[in-house]
Nanobody
């Protein structure tokens, strides 16, 4: 079993950068894919990015490709989401999620474990 706790959210201006962290507990963390999802008010939850067990493979939503970077440090049981060139439309609650073998990786229902979320607000 894995427990996830997100941190790093906040209020930023358009064009700014922000880094999110997801701290995981559980000895088998390295066996899990970890993804970031987000949900804006009144909208469906959407996939943002995912990283494989080793960190060697990543996928991104088209809307964040080239601006966001997902990474992980298995020794520290941490996953990170570096967000650059933030836009107002990136405003949402961001969640990290984990699963041993999510299929499909971009669908939230594929993940068994979720954090509580952290708010990111981008506004001028």
């Amino acid at each position: 079993q894995v427990q996830l706790v997100e941190s790093g959210g906040g209020f930023v201006r358009p064009g700014d950068s922000l880094g999110l962290s997801c701290a995981a507990s559980g000895r088998t963390f390295r066996d899990y894919f970890v993804a970031w999802f987000r949900q804006a008010p009144g909208k469906e939850r959407e996939f943002v990015a995912v990283v494989s067990w080793s960190g060697g493979a990543t996928e991104y939503a088209n809307s964040v490709q080239g601006r966001f970077t997902i990474s992980r440090d298995n020794a520290k049981s941490m996953v990170y989401l570096q967000m650059n060139s933030l836009k107002a439309e990136d405003t949402a609650v961001y969640y990290c999620a984990a699963d041993r073998a999510p299929q499909p990786v971009r669908v939230g229902l594929s993940y068994d474990y979720w954090g509580q979320g952290t708010q990111v607000t981008v506004s001028s």
